[in-house]
């Protein structure tokens, strides 16, 4: 019995970003990407391992070395029309949230559970991590390229910032390209 459920929902692929490893969030957009167990090879959270942050301060030290469960960021489409509403602006540009993937397709995209699998055609996999919570870079980048408008992504975003992901299974991802989500197929925590 498969332990993750295919689900009816395929959602395109609509914009693909490579963040360089840089100082800056802001992601380049590209056609295609090629996806190893590391991730985007050359982006800024390409690795099979990591620093730990401050979103995991509470489990490890800063700076622990710790499994990269955060190669990708991965966005909704309408989510990110979502925000841009209530930030005032008619669209907002996923390379300035540092953008992996943007997909169309699935409603409530960023509360998809976490260990979710979202598979391209090709077999390319990716896992989701978990929810990726809102934080002031992102409004910098806005900032720079939309002034009066940075400060008011983070509380635009919340609930809405898309999840975090890393490659099970390398392959290549193009504009135009669908993928299936699967969820795990358990019951919900009730402690």
């Given at each position: 019995m498969p332990v993750l459920r295919e689900t009816?929902?395929?959602?395109?692929?609509?914009?693909?970003?490579?963040?360089p490893a840089a100082k800056s969030l802001r992601a380049q957009a590209v056609n295609g990407v090629s996806l190893g167990f590391a991730g985007d090879s050359g982006a800024r959270h390409e690795g099979l391992n990591r620093a730990s942050c401050v979103r995991v301060k509470n489990?490890?030290?800063?700076?622990?070395?710790?499994?990269?469960?955060?190669?990708?960021?991965?966005?909704?489409?309408?989510?990110?029309?979502?925000?841009?509403?209530?930030?005032?602006?008619?669209?907002?540009d996923p390379s300035h949230l540092g953008a992996s993937i943007v997909l169309s397709g699935i409603p409530d995209f960023t509360h998809i559970p976490p260990s979710s699998r979202l598979q391209a055609a090709n077999g390319l996999t990716i896992t989701v991590d978990m929810e990726n919570r809102p934080c002031v870079l992102p409004g910098r980048e806005i900032e720079a390229d939309q002034p009066g408008?940075?400060?008011?992504?983070?509380?635009?975003?919340?609930?809405?910032?898309?999840?975090?992901?890393?490659?099970?299974r390398p392959g290549v991802l193009q504009l135009g390209d669908t993928m299936?989500?699967?969820v795990p197929d358990q019951r919900n925590w009730t402690p």
């Open positions: 009816e929902f395929v959602a395109e692929v609509v914009w693909l970003g490579h963040v489990v490890y030290p800063q700076g622990t070395e710790i499994r990269n469960v955060r190669q990708l960021s991965v966005l909704s489409a309408e989510e990110l029309d979502a925000i841009a509403r209530e930030m005032g602006l008619d669209q907002l408008h940075g400060a008011a992504f983070k509380p635009a975003a919340e609930g809405r910032r898309g999840v975090t992901a890393w490659v099970e299936t989500l699967f």
